[in-house]
T-cell receptor, first 115, second 110 residues
Framework: DAEITQSPRHKITETGRQVTLACHQT?????MFWYRQDLGHGLRLIHY???????NKGEVSDGYSVSRSNTEDLPLTLESAASSQTSVYFC??????????????FGQGTRLTVV | RKEVEQDPGPFNVPEGATVAFNCTYSNSASQSFFWYRQDCRKEPKLLMSVYSSGNEDGRFTAQLNRASQYISLLIRDSKLSDSATYLCVVLRGGSYIPTFGRGTSLIVHP
C-alpha cells in the first residue's frame, strides 16, 4: 500500500544545531507540505512544494528550509534549532491541483524537542 | 481574522447524543472542503470530504453553505470512540494548500 512516512519519530537536539526531518511518500503525489502543530495554534504551514525543484514558503517559514530533488521526498531542515521550534511536525502529500480527491494524507509526525 | 475558524469546545456529550460542529472560512474562492479527525498526539486522518449538495457517511453528515461560507459536521448516535478533535480543512482557491482550523474537541462519555 502507498504511504507517507516520517523519520525520526522523536528527536531531541540542542540549540544551534542543524536538524533535518525526513518525509517520504509512495503515493506519487506532486504536492507535499510541512506543518507544525502547537497547543493553541493548530496546524500551521511551514513550506510546501508542487513538484520537483519547486518549493514555497508558508506562514511560519523563518528558520526552516526544504528541498525537492525527487517526487518522493521533502526533507525539512532547521538551520539552527531554537527552543521556539520545539513542536510536533507533520508532513503531508496530495494529488495535483485540478484532479478529483485532493485530500491530503499525513505522516505519523515527528516530535522535536530543542533543549 | 483567521482563514478557517472553529469553536474549540470541548463538546462534552453522552453516548447516543447528536452533536454538530460548524466551521467558517473567509476566502470565498475556496474550492474544496474536508473534515479530518485527529486523535491525541497522532496524525490527522480524513473523515470525509464535503460536497456542495451535502453528503452522508453512516452516522456522519457534512453540509456546505457557500453563501454564508460555513461547513458543518453532524454526528448522530455518538460513540465513545468518536472522542477526538475534529479539524475543518479548506483548500484555498487556486493554490490547493490545505488550511486548517484549530479543531473542535469532542468528548463522548458513558
Amino acid at each position: 500500500d502507498a504511504e507517507i512516512t516520517q523519520s525520526p519519530r522523536h528527536k531531541i537536539t540542542e540549540t544551534g544545531r542543524q536538524v533535518t526531518l525526513a518525509c517520504h511518500q509512495t503515493w506519487n503525489h506532486n504536492n507535499m507540505f510541512w506543518y507544525r502543530q502547537d497547543l493553541g495554534h493548530g496546524l500551521r504551514l511551514i513550506h510546501y512544494s508542487y513538484g520537483v525543484q519547486d518549493t514555497n514558503k508558508g506562514e511560519v517559514s523563518d528558520g526552516y528550509s526544504v528541498s525537492r530533488s525527487n517526487t518522493e521526498d521533502l526533507p525539512l531542515t532547521l538551520e539552527s534549532a531554537a527552543s521556539s521550534q520545539t513542536s510536533v511536525y507533520f508532513c503531508a502529500s496530495s494529488r495535483l491541483p485540478g484532479t478529483m480527491n485532493t485530500e491530503a494524507f499525513f505522516g505519523q509526525g515527528t516530535r522535536l524537542t530543542v533543549v | 481574522r483567521k482563514e478557517v475558524e472553529q469553536d474549540p469546545g470541548p463538546f462534552n456529550v453522552p453516548e447516543g447524543a447528536t452533536v454538530a460542529f460548524n466551521c467558517t472560512y473567509s476566502n470565498s474562492a475556496s474550492q474544496s472542503f474536508f473534515w479530518y479527525r485527529q486523535d491525541c498526539r497522532k496524525e490527522p486522518k480524513l473523515l470525509m470530504s464535503v460536497y456542495s449538495s451535502g453528503n452522508e457517511d453512516g452516522r456522519f453528515t457534512a453540509q456546505l453553505n457557500r453563501a454564508s461560507q460555513y461547513i458543518s459536521l453532524l454526528i448522530r448516535d455518538s460513540k465513545l470512540s468518536d472522542s477526538a478533535t475534529y479539524l475543518c480543512v479548506v483548500l484555498r482557491g487556486g493554490s490547493y494548500i490545505p488550511t486548517f482550523g484549530r479543531g473542535t474537541s469532542l468528548i463522548v462519555h458513558p
